[in-house]
């Protein structure tokens, strides 16, 4: 598209410079700035600290009824920096927003065109509290791009919620006073072992992974403290949060066997990723029109986790997937870094660019499909 290809000097420059100078997550500062201060030229309304997030941002452009939102993700990993590609999404989601602006301006289009500054995917993610807060309210879309080496459209996310299970013992001389002891470490193993007995009882999408972070300082004291962590995932909210009840159980089963005091300590947790069906077939039909091959999704969707679920929770999302390489890619890893700087990688760009403008596009051209895409929402 001609709104697309003006824009590809600059969108892989964007990409090449975010990707050059990786930031964790929260401390996307130059990232962030390179990208508002590029908005705020093309004429959007730039709003940061969004959330009390200091690299977030939100940049609007129009005040026309029908509102699509682009969200940007550009924060690295330690140690591989963009192992998860995402100076490809900023790219990709800054290719969008400008382009559909411009064309707001030359067609006189009935939208709103918003930009949104995502950091800290890696991390809790911000989209977590955005949804929360209300960041979403009025949006008609959300829809983002994220590099793979398959091109999918409807891959799901699974819910996630972080546990921790501490157990609080009594010390003793493990060979001389053992019977005066409380073993914390042996309330860990057996919710070890009470986990896997429940794992046979579970749906089979769900995943429960944890380590020992704690367990004692020596052989010959009764540990008096140790501590587990895990992550327990499901394909839907409501069987997370089912078995997660379960997973509780299973720790106060440890603690009541070994007389060890337990304190349970919820972290961080996304939902589950609901795609729009009618906003990805959209999507789907416009990819195809660019000469994209669409691979074949994987017999079980779960990709891991991310806040993009949180996002589909309160207005219809897509999430799609642009292949950036022939080879089998491995998430976070160096070699996938190099992929996401290498000409598949800025093909990807483009490509995920111009299938969200023609997408949007479709949208405010056609109100029936906007209200198809709510009534999909609405009924989920």
Not at 30 to 36: A, D, E, V
Not at 94 to 121: D, H, Q
Not at 322 to 349: C, M, P, T, V, Y
């Amino acid at each position: 598209m001609k709104e697309i290809e003006e824009l590809k000097p600059l969108l892989y420059s964007v990409s090449k410079e975010i990707f050059e100078n990786p930031e964790t997550a929260y401390k996307e500062y130059r990232s962030s700035k390179i990208l508002t201060e590029i908005l705020k030229k093309e004429g959007f309304n730039v709003e940061k600290n969004i959330c009390g997030y200091e690299t977030a941002f939100i940049a609007k452009y129009g005040e026309g009824d029908v509102k699509i939102a682009f969200l940007a993700e550009y924060d690295a990993l330690p140690g591989i920096g963009h192992g998860c590609g995402h100076n490809i999404i900023a790219s990709a989601s800054l290719g969008a927003g400008i382009a559909l602006k411009r064309l707001i301006e030359k067609e006189n289009l009935n939208a709103t065109v918003y930009v949104i500054g995502c950091p800290g995917e890696e991390a809790e993610g911000a989209k977590v509290k955005f949804a929360e807060e209300g960041i979403f309210k009025g949006i008609d879309v959300a829809m983002m791009i994220h590099p793979s080496d398959k091109t999918l459209i409807k891959e799901k996310f699974l819910a996630i919620k972080e546990v921790r299970f501490k157990f609080y013992g009594r010390a003793s001389h493990a060979a001389a006073s053992p019977e005066k002891g409380i073993n914390a470490l042996d309330g860990v193993i057996l919710t070890y072992n009470n986990i896997n007995a429940l794992r046979q009882h579970l749906r089979e999408d769900v995943r429960i992974h944890g380590i020992i972070t704690e367990g004692g300082s020596a052989p010959n004291i009764v540990p008096e403290y140790a501590e587990a962590y895990f992550f327990v995932r499901a394909t839907d909210n409501e069987y997370l949060e089912e078995t997660l009840k379960k997973v509780k159980k299973c720790a106060e089963g440890a603690a009541l066997a070994t007389g060890a005091k337990l304190e349970i300590e919820l972290g961080k947790g996304y939902k589950a990723f609901y795609p729009n069906n009618t906003l990805a077939e959209v999507f789907e039909k416009n990819l195809k029109s660019l000469g994209i091959k669409i691979d074949e999704p994987k017999e079980f969707g779960g990709l891991g986790s991310s806040d993009i679920g949180d996002v589909s929770c309160v207005v219809p999302t897509i999430h799609p997937f642009i292949s950036i390489s022939d080879k089998e890619l491995r998430l976070h890893s160096k070699e996938f870094a190099e992929a996401s700087i290498s000409e598949r990688g800025n093909n990807a760009i483009i490509i995920g660019a111009e299938a969200m403008l023609l997408t949007s596009l479709d949208i405010i051209k056609n109100p029936d499909l906007l209200k198809r895409i709510k009534e999909e929402f609405v009924s989920r």
